[in-house]
């Protein structure tokens, strides 16, 4: 029993760590190890020449793709055509594709020319669509976005929607990232006619505010034929706007016409635009980037029930909107974060500016405690900035990130504490904090600093202090898989001590932990020895976690086989899906995992694995 000294509460507080023998051998193994070697990992080069648009395939191996590929709605077409003349096959001159665009060159982290070779487009265009924005897997959202951004030609093919722009615009949009979302649409040529980018254009214009610029293109697209209730709806709100009551309604008699009668929201504001003053929208489970701008017109208030069920442009919307509640506000900028729609530095910023009384500051991790949500993770926040003392403001961290860990928001919690947890140093006195401080600094993507405090909890741990000694079981497979550079020395006696200190954990936890955690060492090329594999048979030899559709698992091999980045990195976040790395199998992250190092995606691969361990150890 160790009797600990509140810094922030000045209280006493009891802390129990079971600490066994096992430990002080993990500790000494590594100690006497001689100095880590540098791992030969796999890294994606960087393309400096330019390369032909599309690289040539081996005949032999191309029909033999061809075999394999996943079965979609429609046939995949676009296969080379080929010209003979004089005994020499001439494959004629394609023009680039205004699809071909992008924001990032392989000098700026982009995927480079070759990221679509070897696909077939019609299945490229298939399942972009499907790449899921919603999770609040950081790994997947800047993988999902390099991918969307990069220039690179576009698949062999012919195109079987108007254009992959509009798709990589929808998907960025759909992400909450409408700036890079419009500066992709300003590099298409004014010619390039895709109903879907006037889409992402218009609402774009609506979530930013600007109705002006929002009604005359849709003015335009309406005045150019399209009829879709899409638009018939926007042309209505524009129509309320100006003044013209009698239009706004003929166009709401025609979606009523249309069978469009289960949007309640909006038939309720063009009412209140059009001078009804007893409509009022209570509720509004589904908000879209129309519903948003109508009620802002209107002068009414965000419903509360907007954040749950909203999306991540929505949320980034909602954050900042004048007429949302600083509780819904504080909710939708929490969840923004979260799936990448909102930066940490922006939260931080909405958190900085709540107010509170000095009472309230004294007794922040009491009404955390008490009355848990977004304004106390606001007080928290606030109370971590202020203190100097190095303890008391590891002390108010470590209890903001405690209520992060019971309520889902450790990630959020861990990235908004970045720049206050820097300025704690890793010092003996503070081995209590070594264990919380590395989980945070590894969530928040800082692996060399979280590094620093696994070493000294290492060395204090070997003084048989427990705190530090939980430290180092909590820490060492985490930093094991995320060091791409300087890694710690992988030495296999160190598993079964591992395994030993988990004896804390029940059962069934103790044994899913070491199973993905065996699993993502295999799968980094890190030997784990057979007697700790036999040691897990002891538990349930199946699972009840979610499996992969095959199609999908066998998509992915194949574009794994065939060295296709694009393909490959598309059913790799299909896969995952919006639970992310937290949710799927220990064999499923393997597949991911292995699929993404062969194309040379090291780096992401850790990333994810990372995150999946991570999500077991809180």
Avoid at 143 to 161: D, F, H, K, M
Avoid at 245 to 251: Q, T
Avoid at 483 to 506: K, M, N
Wanted: charged share 20%; aromatic share 4%; proline share 7%.
């Amino acid at each position: 029993m160790i009797l600990v000294k509140s810094q922030v509460t000045g209280s006493w507080r009891t802390r129990r760590i079971v600490v066994l023998g096992s430990l002080a051998v993990l500790a000494m193994a590594w100690l006497a190890a001689p100095p880590a070697q540098a791992q030969g990992d796999t890294t994606e080069e960087r393309v400096g020449a330019p390369v032909r648009l599309f690289p040539p395939r081996d005949d032999a191996k191309k029909e033999d793709d061809e075999t394999e590929k996943v079965i979609l709605s429609q046939p995949l077409t676009g296969t080379d055509k080929k010209k003979e003349g004089a005994g020499v096959q001439v494959s004629p001159l394609q023009a680039l594709d205004p699809s071909s665009v992008g924001l990032i060159g392989p000098e700026e982290g982009g995927f480079g020319p070759a990221l679509w070779a070897g696909s077939e487009r019609a299945e490229i265009e298939a399942l972009l669509p499907r790449i899921p924005v919603g999770t609040v897997s950081r790994a997947m959202q800047r993988l999902t976005r390099r991918l969307l951004i990069s220039t690179a030609p576009v698949p062999a093919g012919q195109p079987t929607v108007p254009s992959l722009l509009g798709l990589r615009a929808e998907r960025l949009s759909a992400a909450g990232d409408i700036a890079a979302a419009e500066e992709l649409i300003r590099l298409a040529p004014p010619q390039l006619a895709d109903p879907l980018i006037a889409r992402v254009e218009a609402d774009g214009l609506l979530l930013s505010g600007d109705n002006n610029s929002a009604c005359a293109r849709i003015e335009s697209v309406v005045a150019g034929g399209s009829n879709e209730p899409f638009w018939i709806k926007r042309l209505s709100f524009c129509r309320a706007l100006n003044g013209e009551i009698a239009a706004a309604r003929l166009a709401a008699d025609l979606l009523r016409e249309l069978g469009e009668t289960g949007d309640d929201a909006f038939f309720t504001l063009i009412a209140a635009l059009s001078g009804d003053s007893s409509a009022f929208v209570v509720s509004l489970i589904d908000p879209t980037p129309l519903h948003l701008a109508m009620l802002r017109a209107a002068r009414q208030n965000i419903p509360a029930d907007s954040v749950p069920g909203a999306g991540p442009a929505i949320l980034r919307a909602i954050a900042s909107a004048p007429n949302a509640e600083l509780d819904v506000r504080l909710e939708a900028a929490e969840a923004a974060e979260a799936v990448g729609a909102l930066t940490s530095m922006a939260l931080a910023q909405i958190y900085a500016s709540v107010i509170f009384s000095a009472e309230e500051t004294a007794s922040a991790v009491t009404i955390a405690e008490e009355s848990p949500g977004p304004r106390a993770n606001a007080l928290l926040f606030q109370v971590g900035q202020i203190q100097t003392v190095p303890a008391a403001r590891a002390e108010a961290l470590r209890a903001a990130w405690l209520v992060g860990r019971r309520n889902g928001g450790f990630m959020t919690s861990a990235r908004i504490s970045q720049s206050a947890l820097r300025s704690v140093n890793p010092e003996p006195d503070l081995a209590w904090f070594a264990g919380d401080a590395g989980l945070a600094l590894l969530a928040a993507g800082e692996t060399e600093l979280a590094r620093r405090w696994f070493d000294m909890a290492r060395d204090m741990a070997s003084e048989q202090q427990p705190d530090a000694a939980k430290a180092v079981l909590d820490l060492w497979p985490l930093l094991q898989i995320a060091a791409q550079t300087d890694p710690i020395r992988f030495l296999p006696e160190i598993v079964s001590p591992w395994w030993e200190g988990q004896q804390e954990l029940p059962e069934t936890r103790r044994l899913e932990k070491a199973s993905l955690i065996y699993t993502l060492f295999d799968a980094f090329d890190y030997p784990v020895p057979a007697a700790d594999w036999i040691a897990l048979l002891d538990g349930p030899l199946s699972t009840g976690a979610s499996i992969p559709s095959a199609a999908a698992l066998r998509g992915l091999r194949i574009a794994t086989r065939g060295g296709r980045i694009g393909e490959t990195v598309i059913y790799a976040l299909l896969i995952l899906g919006d639970t992310g790395p937290a949710g799927v199998s220990p064999q499923t992250l393997e597949e991911v995992v292995r699929a993404l190092r062969a194309v040379g995606l090291d780096e992401d691969a850790r990333a994810i694995a990372v995150e999946a361990v991570l999500a077991r150890t809180l």
